[in-house]
């Protein structure tokens, strides 16, 4: 389910628009425009990286590679999909580039980059060992599959804006999301049986 952060026009159905007419001005080279795009982009890039990655060292050059080529590349915006699926789809490949570089996984504070929610003292400690559970199920899943939960789940994108992220079909987006989901039950129920 996406954050409320994710979808800061939802209500009122111009995101699309907003980002489309942000990046024509970009690509006429207006800076003022670009910074609204980046500030929207930044947060939501950085949570999805923080999931796709599992490498908080690599993050913020990610998205500042991401949005350098948006202001490089606006003019090849062609509208033929969302503005937010194509920066996404750039995030993608620019994420899997840097993760390919490198070999050793790196432990990761998903507490410094949640939302914390209020909770009872039973409820916060069963919400933080369910958390666990499923961040560390999450970091069983190959990057393509982490990727298709995270934009589904974390950003409300559907299969074919997801395809179009990932330059695959429609069906291998739903192979992996089948695979991932099949891997996560599996994993959780084991998990939930050695915690008994």
């Given at each position: 389910m996406p954050d409320a952060a994710?979808?800061?026009?939802?209500?009122?159905g111009m995101v699309n628009e907003d980002d489309a007419r942000l990046i024509h001005l970009v690509a006429a080279g207006d800076p003022h425009a670009f910074e609204l795009l980046y500030r929207s982009y930044f947060p939501k890039l950085t949570r999805f990286l923080a999931r796709m990655t599992r490498?908080?060292?690599?993050?913020?050059?990610?998205?500042?590679?991401?949005?350098?080529?948006?202001?490089?590349?606006?003019?090849?915006?062609?509208?033929?999909?969302?503005?937010?699926?194509?920066?996404?789809?750039?995030?993608?490949?620019?994420?899997l580039k840097a993760?390919?570089?490198?070999?050793?996984?790196?432990?990761?504070?998903f507490e410094s980059t949640a939302d914390e929610r209020a909770h009872g003292p039973e409820s916060e400690a069963q919400y933080h060992e369910l958390r666990e559970q499923l961040l560390k199920a999450l970091d069983a899943l190959s990057v393509e599959q982490r990727a298709v939960v995270c934009l589904t789940y974390f950003h409300g994108l559907g299969y074919s804006e997801i395809a179009h992220v990932m330059e695959c079909s429609v069906n291998t987006v739903k192979t992996r999301m089948f695979r991932a989901r099949y891997r996560l039950e599996s994993l959780l129920v084991d998990r939930m049986e050695e915690m008994k």
């Open positions: 994710d979808t800061p026009h939802a209500a009122t490498r908080p060292d690599l993050i913020e050059e990610v998205v500042n590679d991401t949005m350098l080529v948006v202001w490089k590349r606006a003019d090849s915006f062609d509208g033929s999909c969302k503005p937010s699926t194509w920066i996404f789809g750039i995030a993608y490949h620019k994420g993760v390919g570089r490198l070999d050793d996984p790196v432990e990761f504070d």
